[in-house]
Structures are given as structure tokens and as C-alpha cells.
């Protein structure tokens, strides 16, 4: 049974950084493109960041690029966004999913492309 965790959540101040872990259980993560998503309240979930099979090629909304890196480390099947600057408008709950696309040098960033999904991580910004 495929099942994909977030964690590392929680309430930060405006300027603040949280790492978010997306750990990966039933699969062998380096089969698989990861992404992170994040919906707002009264929002679609949109993309916010997706990396290759290979690590090689990563994709970032423009709203985070500069500020967010996602990273993979297949050896512990855990997939990380590292978030820094953190405004406000970032609050959301974050979900990873992975999709069984053959994505190894580059990777798409929409929602349909992805097959399983977690259950999601409170980020919330405010001070």
C-alpha cells in the first residue's frame, strides 16, 4: 500500500523558514517524480514545486522561486521543501504526491499528472 506523509508544519512568523518532509511508504521513491502542492482556503491547490525522478530538474511557481528548494533523498524515500522567507500569503496545507510518469529528466507541475497523494501539513504565516 502506496502511502505518502508530510510533516513539518505549523505556525511561523512572516520572514521565517520550515522544512516540510514528504516521507514515502509502498514504493521505491526513485521510480517517481514528486511534487508539492498547497491549497489556500477558498483556492484550488496549485502546484508549488516538483522534482525529476533524477533530481535533475526541478520546476517552482513563480510566487516561491527564491525562497522555496525542494530537494529528494531517495536513500531515506524522503522528499523535502525547504521554505524560507515565508509570507503570509503562503499559508495553506501543503500535500506531496508522486506520479508513475516516466519523469526522470524533467517534470510536469499540475495536479492531473500526479497518482497518489498524502494527507497534507498545515502551514499557516501570521504573526
Known amino acids: 500500500q502506496v502511502q505518502l506523509v508530510e510533516s513539518g508544519g505549523g505556525l511561523v512568523q512572516p520572514g521565517g523558514s520550515l522544512r516540510l518532509s514528504c516521507a514515502a511508504s509502498g514504493l521505491t521513491l526513485d521510480y517517481y517524480a514528486i511534487g508539492w502542492f498547497r491549497q489556500a482556503p477558498g483556492k484550488e491547490r496549485e502546484g508549488v514545486s516538483c522534482?525529476?525522478?533524477?533530481?535533475?530538474?526541478?520546476n517552482y511557481v513563480d510566487s516561491v522561486k527564491g525562497r522555496f528548494t525542494i530537494s529528494r533523498d531517495d536513500a531515506k524515500n524522503t522528499v523535502y521543501l525547504q521554505m524560507n522567507s515565508l509570507k503570509p500569503e503562503d499559508t495553506a496545507v501543503y500535500y506531496c504526491a508522486a506520479t508513475v510518469g516516466n519523469y526522470f529528466y524533467n517534470v510536469p507541475c499540475k495536479l492531473e499528472e500526479y497518482d497518489y497523494w498524502g494527507q497534507g501539513t498545515q502551514v499557516t504565516v501570521s504573526s
Open positions: 522534482i525529476s525522478r533524477s533530481g535533475g530538474s526541478t
